[in-house]
């Protein structure tokens, strides 16, 4: 396991950690495209493209899962879209999805911590509610600042490790989910999502380890926005 220092501060192990969630393939990840909604996080961060994307620029969404966010970006017309995941099955599911929308993402397989993109490619590379689950996180970061061009912009948006058990029930509550749903999702926030989550004060760490240096952290209720500016 590699550990490593940063301005002279020890950093967590999970500098490399194992994958402790479920794969997300097969009916995992089928369940998980349809229980996902499209909440007022997806419309911020597609406010937050149309503010800082130049006509014409190209974004990478890290981890898109069913592909929601990459398509609604795509559907502002104007921009590449590429999408980079570890799962087969949301490979598919994204493509397809797309299919059905009418609009063109480039879909691909691969790992967050070792993308199949040349160096200075996008303009923005976007990251929700994955970025807990990589196994080697800081490597993942790295690999934003490789791939993003001069200037370029990366967001990575995650649950806090310091959330409160009621607060995120209560977000779980406002999602819309029918009972059964509701309860599971409840239970691997619980059992699994918190425990891998970072808090704030983890990510700097992280982001202090990489060509990134430094980033701007905004906290909300059970979550954060990590800003990268390359
Ligand atoms: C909880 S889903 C989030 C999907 C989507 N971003 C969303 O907001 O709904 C986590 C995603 O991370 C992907 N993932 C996990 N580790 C990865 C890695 N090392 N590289 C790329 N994708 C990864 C999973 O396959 C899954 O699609």
């Known amino acids: 396991m590699t550990v490593e220092q940063t301005r002279g501060e ?36 597609l406010q937050q493209v149309r503010d800082m994307l130049p006509a014409g620029g190209s974004v990478l969404e890290i981890a898109p899962g069913p ?3 990459a398509i609604e970006i795509a559907k502002l017309s104007g921009y590449r879209v590429v999408g980079l995941d570890i799962s ?16 063109t993402v480039d879909f691909q397989l691969g790992n967050a911590s070792a993308m199949p993109f040349e160096d200075n ?11 807990k689950n990589f196994t080697e996180p800081v490597q993942a970061i790295r690999e934003m600042y490789r791939v993003l061009k ?3 912009k990366a967001l990575i948006a ?17 999602m819309g989910l029918g009972r059964v749903n509701e309860w599971l999702t409840k239970w691997t926030f619980r059992t699994t999502l918190l425990k891998n ?22 906290l909300d ?6 800003w990268l500016t390359k």
Not at 121 to 131: I, L, P, Q, S, Y
């Open 10 to 45: 020890p950093v967590s192990a999970k500098a490399v950690k194992p994958y402790k969630g479920l794969a997300m393939e097969g009916m995992i990840a089928k369940w998980y495209a349809k229980i996902r909604t499209q909440d007022e996080e997806m419309a911020r961060s």
């Open 67 to 69: 592909g929601y966010l």
């Open 88 to 103: 087969r099955t949301f490979v598919e599911i994204a493509h397809a999805k797309a299919r059905e929308a009418g609009v």
């Open 121 to 131: 490619t996008f303009d923005f590379t976007v990251c929700r509610a994955a970025f």
């Open 150 to 152: 001069p200037g370029g």
């Open 158 to 174: 995650d649950l806090r490790r310091d959330a409160s058990r009621a607060e995120v029930d209560a977000h779980v509550d406002t």
């Open 197 to 218: 989550a970072y808090t704030a004060e983890e990510m700097r760490r992280m982001v202090a380890q990489t060509e990134f240096g430094t980033c701007d952290i905004d």
């Open 221 to 226: 209720t059970i979550g954060m926005e990590i």
